[in-house]
């Protein structure tokens, strides 16, 4: 019985210093590579730098004008007769919008039309008289006086009722009615908005920075929210002649044929102005960059003089993004290879092992 458990325990030690064994290897060899610096290589991927010819642009906002634009008001005071348009109504130059009541006006043109021809013809009786030297000069010059006079005031009285009659100045649509049949007018209250937007302005300003950059006939591309990633495109046709000097900035002035009428006045778009001028840059994916305070940077791969690849860290300067490929203005040569996919998990130094799967587009 005592032989069998010696035997036992004999065995168990053994085992027990075999485990033991094997576990100081490796916890000894674990302690080798901590000392060597060498950790498990990170698998990334990796791209290569891609020089490409970019159109310089430059980024703004601004907002659609109409070519001409107006609220109508009425110019003098009265009491609405007629209304000729409905809402949303497309009318031509000249077109009569509202009519006010001219009943008073249209008595006094009588009035003062029989007055005016009681003094032409007193006029020209006195003109025969003048010329037989039966009247003096003074009588004559009287009469022509009275008659011009006459004439003015209904002149006048016909001005006066033109001014009840309410017209379009210029084609165009018009807006939403604002006033009923019946309504008494102030001088100067807004009738209804006419706007002619068959062609709009994109009005923005830019830097002091680009001025010799900007000039007239340049491309002007942009978006509006209401039609998503639809581009639409104008020429620019004017310069402010000075920089606003509280911001620093020049006013830009573009035009566009507004086909369809898709666009309004009022509508708030993104802006790209093109320069004429074409330049090569380098460019690398948005997903290589490291972004921070302290400066952006990415990862560039290397093979040391131990044949290990190695991440290296680069500092960088980001110019203009487009798309999800951004440029860099300095930090690269444009023969690297930088890490696209697993950017987060580097220092600089890092051992990697390039993966050699290929990223799917809609993954970047």
Same mark, same amino acid.
């Given at each position: 019985?005592f032989?069998?458990?010696? *035997?036992?325990?004999?065995?168990?030690?053994?085992?027990?210093?075999?485990?033991?064994?094997?576990?100081?290897?490796?916890i000894?060899q674990?302690?080798a590579m901590?000392a060597a610096?060498?950790p498990?290589?990170?698998?990334v991927?990796v791209?290569?730098? $891609?020089?490409?010819?970019?159109?310089?642009?430059?980024?703004?906002?601004?907002?659609?004008?109409?070519?001409?634009g *107006?609220?109508?008001?009425?110019?003098?005071?009265?009491i609405?007769?007629?209304?000729?348009?409905?809402?949303g109504?497309? /009318?031509?130059?000249?077109?009569?919008?509202?009519?006010?009541?001219?009943?008073?006006?249209?008595?006094?043109?009588?009035?003062?039309?029989?007055?005016?021809?009681?003094?032409?013809?007193?006029?020209?009786?006195?003109?025969?008289?003048?010329k037989?030297?039966?009247?003096?000069?003074?009588?004559?010059?009287? &009469?022509?006086?009275n008659?011009?006079v006459?004439?003015?005031?209904?002149?006048?009285t016909?001005?006066?009722?033109?001014?009840?009659?309410?017209?379009?100045?210029f084609?165009?649509v018009?807006?939403?009615?604002?006033?009923s049949?019946?309504?008494?007018?102030?001088?100067?209250?807004?009738?209804v908005?006419?706007?002619?937007?068959s062609s709009?302005?994109i009005?923005f300003?830019?830097?002091?920075?680009?001025?010799p950059d900007?000039?007239?006939?340049?491309?002007?591309?942009f978006?509006v929210s &209401?039609?998503?990633?639809?581009?639409?495109?104008?020429? /620019?046709?004017?310069?402010?002649?000075?920089?606003?000097?509280a911001?620093?900035n020049?006013?830009?002035?573009?035009?566009?044929?507004?086909?369809?009428?898709?666009?309004?006045?009022?509508?708030? &778009?993104?802006?790209?102005?093109?320069l004429?001028?074409?330049a090569?840059?380098?460019?690398v994916?948005?997903? &290589?960059?490291?972004?921070?305070s302290?400066?952006?940077a990415?990862?560039?791969? $290397?093979?040391?003089?131990?044949?290990?690849?190695?991440?290296?860290r /680069?500092?960088?300067?980001?110019g203009?993004?487009?798309g999800?490929?951004?440029?860099?203005?300095?930090g690269?040569?444009?023969?690297e290879?930088?890490?696209q996919?697993?950017?987060?998990?580097?220092?600089?130094?890092?051992p990697?092992?390039?993966?050699?799967?290929?990223?799917?587009?809609?993954?970047?």
């Amino acid at each position: 019985m005592f032989k069998r458990t010696s *035997i036992f325990i004999s065995l168990l030690l053994l085992v027990l210093a075999g485990l033991g064994f094997i576990k100081y290897q490796q916890i000894q060899q674990g302690m080798a590579m901590m000392a060597a610096g060498a950790p498990p290589p990170t698998t990334v991927e990796v791209i290569d730098v $891609k020089q490409v010819q970019w159109q310089p642009r430059i980024s703004a906002v601004g907002t659609l004008t109409a070519r001409e634009g *107006i609220d109508v008001s009425n110019e003098v005071e009265g009491i609405i007769e007629k209304i000729y348009f409905t809402s949303g109504q497309k /009318v031509k130059a000249g077109a009569k919008i509202v009519a006010l009541n001219d009943d008073v006006e249209q008595a006094d043109l009588v009035s003062f039309k029989a007055q005016e021809d009681l003094a032409r013809t007193l006029f020209k009786r006195n003109k025969d008289m003048w010329k037989k030297k039966t009247i003096s000069e003074t009588e004559f010059d009287n &009469a022509r006086s009275n008659m011009e006079v006459a004439q003015a005031n209904v002149m006048q009285t016909k001005a006066r009722i033109a001014r009840k009659s309410i017209r379009a100045p210029f084609s165009g649509v018009l807006g939403i009615k604002k006033i009923s049949i019946g309504q008494y007018l102030p001088t100067g209250t807004m009738l209804v908005s006419l706007q002619d937007y068959s062609s709009l302005y994109i009005d923005f300003a830019v830097a002091e920075k680009y001025f010799p950059d900007v000039k007239k006939g340049l491309e002007v591309q942009f978006r509006v929210s &209401a039609y998503g990633d639809q581009v639409f495109v104008g020429k /620019v046709i004017a310069i402010d002649a000075r920089v606003n000097e509280a911001t620093r900035n020049i006013s830009v002035r573009a035009q566009l044929v507004n086909k369809g009428g898709l666009l309004r006045p009022g509508m708030y &778009a993104g802006i790209d102005l093109l320069l004429d001028k074409s330049a090569e840059v380098i460019v690398v994916p948005a997903t &290589a960059i490291v972004y921070s305070s302290f400066g952006n940077a990415l990862f560039i791969v $290397k093979e040391n003089d131990e044949a290990v690849i190695t991440a290296q860290r /680069v500092q960088i300067t980001t110019g203009e993004q487009r798309g999800d490929q951004v440029a860099i203005l300095t930090g690269l040569n444009g023969d690297e290879q930088v890490v696209q996919a697993g950017v987060s998990k580097l220092r600089n130094n890092t051992p990697v092992k390039i993966s050699e799967q290929v990223r799917l587009k809609g993954s970047e």
